[in-house]
T-cell receptor, first 115, second 114 residues
Framework: DQQVKQNSPSLSVQEGRISILNCDYT??????FLWYKKYPAEGPTFLIS?????DKNEDGRFTVFLNKSAKHLSLHIVPSQPGDSAVYFC??????????????FGKGITLSVRP | NAGVTQTPKFQVLKTGQSMTLQCAQDMNHNSMYWYRQDPGMGLRLIYY???????DKGEVPNGYNVSRLNKREFSLRLESAAPSQTSVYFC?????????????FGQGTRLTVV
């Protein structure tokens, strides 16, 4: 049972436009959400996070939106740049100890930004 | 500041051989993790160590063992490698378990079992 879902495997956008990457989750115990970026032959690197007490967090060109009622979050990249081309993983965890405390990852979305 | 260092970066094993993947972090983190990444499967947790002296199974622990050697080092052992264990393995660490903080990843070990 996949608790973090990234249903679109890939996304292609034009340089300068907005990229919107979507993520859905099923576990209502999750209260912290993260996005990681991964280039080929490298490890994932942390990009941005959001706590469930917020509905938006912004860091430069990257903004994450959280809709708790819909169990949905999205990552917006504006403007998109060719260097943003990578695999983006959505991840979630819960504050409680035990299984929910670990980071659960989605399958990833491959973003391609066309020059 | 090296962060999380994994060795080796590449390895080819024959079915039935054993090997140990090494991981060390220099951030004084309490928690460490081993993940595997397979095409279309994302990152799946194999084992984790919430703190020095403890280890627990993740989603896909079968065929693996781990050792938290000290606070810095967390190794993953394949006792009898199988082709199904062909994957890219990532070690990660975080400051604490069970708190809202990000994990830092190593560069990965690409393992092929033939």
């Amino acid at each position: 049972d996949q608790q973090v879902k990234q249903n679109s495997p890939s996304l292609s956008v034009q340089e300068g436009r907005i990229s919107i990457l979507n993520c859905d989750y099923t576990n209502s115990m999750f209260d912290y959400f993260l996005w990681y970026k991964k280039y080929p032959a490298e490890g994932p690197t942390f990009l941005i996070s959001i706590s469930s007490i917020k509905d938006k967090n912004e860091d430069g060109r990257f903004t994450v939106f959280l809709n708790k009622s819909a169990k949905h979050l999205s990552l917006h990249i504006v403007p998109s740049q060719p260097g943003d081309s990578a695999v983006y993983f959505c991840a979630a965890s819960g504050m409680q100890t035990g299984a929910n405390s670990k980071l659960t990852f989605g399958k990833g979305i491959t973003l391609s930004v066309r020059p | 500041n090296a962060g999380v260092t994994q060795t080796p970066k590449f390895q080819v094993l024959k079915t039935g051989q054993s090997m140990t993947l090494q991981c060390a972090q220099d951030m004084n983190h309490n928690s460490m993790y081993w993940y595997r990444q397979d095409p279309g499967m994302g990152l799946r947790l194999i084992y984790y160590s919430a703190s020095e002296g403890t280890t627990d199974k993740g989603e896909v622990p079968n065929g693996y063992n781990v050792s938290r050697l000290n606070k810095r080092e967390f190794s993953l052992r394949l006792e009898s490698a199988a082709p199904s264990q062909t994957s890219v393995y990532f070690c990660a660490s975080s400051e604490y378990w069970g708190m809202n903080t990000e994990a830092f990843f190593g560069q990965g070990t690409r393992l092929t079992v033939v």
